[in-house]
């Protein structure tokens, strides 16, 4: 059971540099979100989507982007690194809850981002 | 807007200490509830939730959580610490139904000495 994967786990840009963080799911959830972690600030969200074609900001959007194109599948953008975006980076997944589901987030194995 | 306060930022236990992490929220309305244990180098995971019902929880690992609603508190518990607890502890909570947004609290630092 793979549940939530992230590719790839660690990474190194320089500032300006665009990449896309891979995360895929496989357990049919329809909600997917995007986190980052930062010492002592605890994970906050980037952004995050609740089907197929329908993404949303979270509390710190800026300098990223998601699409959601499939339900498996749901990458992060980073259009032109900074610095600032050095951060490991968590995927998470869970289900709407209806018919008996619960909708407990699971969490990817995260990707360690530095941006020089 | 709801927010989580962890008021513990670091902790250190001597093996089997007991433990108790604290964590407060805000919010007025029907919340869920977790706890979630991140250790060293690897992704998070869940150790418990309250959804509903008792609000004594019990997880994974002798881990267990009471919520006290009139003290908007979710404070983790375990009587007997071990070195393979040493790890960093979660708190978060969302809105119950739908989709509402996950807010984590800043993360509490346990490390158990053998």
């Known amino acids: 059971n793979a549940g939530v994967t992230q590719t790839p786990k660690f990474q190194v840009l320089k500032t300006g540099q665009s990449m896309t963080l891979q995360c895929a799911q496989d357990?049919?959830?329809?909600?997917m979100s995007w986190y980052r972690q930062d010492p002592g600030m605890g994970l906050r969200l980037i952004h995050y989507?609740?089907?197929?074609?329908?993404?949303d900001q979270g509390e710190v959007p800026n300098g990223y982007n998601v699409s959601r194109s499939t339900t498996e599948d749901f990458p992060l953008r980073l259009l032109s690194a900074a610095p600032s975006q050095t951060s490991v980076y968590f995927c998470?997944?869970?289900?709407?809850?209806?018919?008996?589901?619960?909708?407990?987030?699971?969490f990817g194995a995260g990707t360690r981002l530095s941006v020089l | 807007a709801q927010s989580v306060s962890q008021h513990n930022h670091h902790v250190i236990l001597s093996e089997a200490a007991s433990l108790e992490l604290g964590c407060n929220y805000s919010?007025?309305?029907?919340?869920?509830l977790f706890w979630y244990v991140q250790y060293p180098g690897q992704h998070l995971q869940l150790l418990l939730k309250?959804?509903?019902?008792?609000?004594l929880v019990k997880g994974i690992k002798g881990f267990e959580a009471e919520f006290i609603k009139s003290k908007f508190s979710f404070n983790l518990r375990k009587p007997s610490v071990q070195w393979s607890d040493t790890a960093e502890y979660f708190c978060?909570?969302?809105?119950?139904?739908?989709?509402?947004?996950?807010?984590f609290g800043t993360g509490t630092k346990l490390q158990v000495i053998p």
């Open positions: 998470a997944s869970s289900s709407s809850g209806g018919a008996g589901r619960t909708n407990i987030q699971y």
């Open positions: 357990m049919n959830h329809e909600y």
């Open positions: 989507s609740v089907g197929a074609g329908i993404t």
């Open positions: 919010y007025g309305g029907t919340v869920n």
């Open positions: 309250y959804f509903s019902g008792d609000p």
């Open positions: 978060a909570v969302k809105n119950s139904g739908g989709y509402q947004k996950v807010t």
